[in-house]
Structures are given as structure tokens and as C-alpha cells.
């Protein structure tokens, strides 16, 4: 399910890059076209990352306070002996 996450924005870069060299093609490439491209790209690689770092980070709190909530619902059990769930 996680990947989904990622994937939505892997094929987003994906499409701004191909939009943004389909926009900017020509028959020559020099170096104010490849300038051009490659400092929004960079910029739009910037926020991608920043993204998939948020998503990870909620994805192991959460994962986190799952496992702290399984275990005081474990430790109750086992002190007022009704043992293993």
C-alpha cells in the first residue's frame, strides 16, 4: 500500500520531465537548454524528496504507536493473567 504512495510521485516527476524536454526540444542543444532544464528539474527533485521523507516519516510513527499500543494491550493481558492473546 506504501508504494502506492511513491509511485504517484515517481510517475509525476516523470511526467514533468518528459513535458519539460518535450516544451524546450530543439534541434541543437546547448548549454542555456540544458541550464534550462536541468534547474527546474533539480528544484522539482527538491520537493519530490521532501515528500517521500514526510510520507516515510508518518509511515514509521505509525507504525510505531501501532506497535506501543499492541504491546500495553499484551502487557494488561499478561498481568492480570489471561496470558498470550
Known amino acids: 500500500m506504501q508504494l502506492l504512495k511513491f509511485l504517484f510521485g515517481i510517475v509525476l516527476v516523470e511526467v514533468i520531465t518528459v513535458s519539460l524536454v518535450y516544451i524546450s526540444s530543439s534541434s541543437q542543444i ?8 536541468v534547474i527546474p ?3 522539482i527533485a527538491l520537493i519530490i524528496s521532501f ?3 514526510s510520507i516515510t516519516k508518518y509511515h514509521n510513527t505509525d507504525l510505531v504507536n501501532r506497535d506501543e499500543d499492541g504491546f500495553r494491550v499484551r502487557g494488561g493481558r ?3 493473567g489471561k496470558g498470550r492473546p
Not at 546547448?30 to 532544464?37: E, H, M, R
Open 30 to 37: 546547448s548549454s542555456d537548454l540544458i541550464v534550462k532544464l
Open 51 to 53: 515528500w517521500f521523507t
Open 78 to 80: 499478561l498481568k492480570k
Open 41 to 43: 528539474l533539480l528544484f
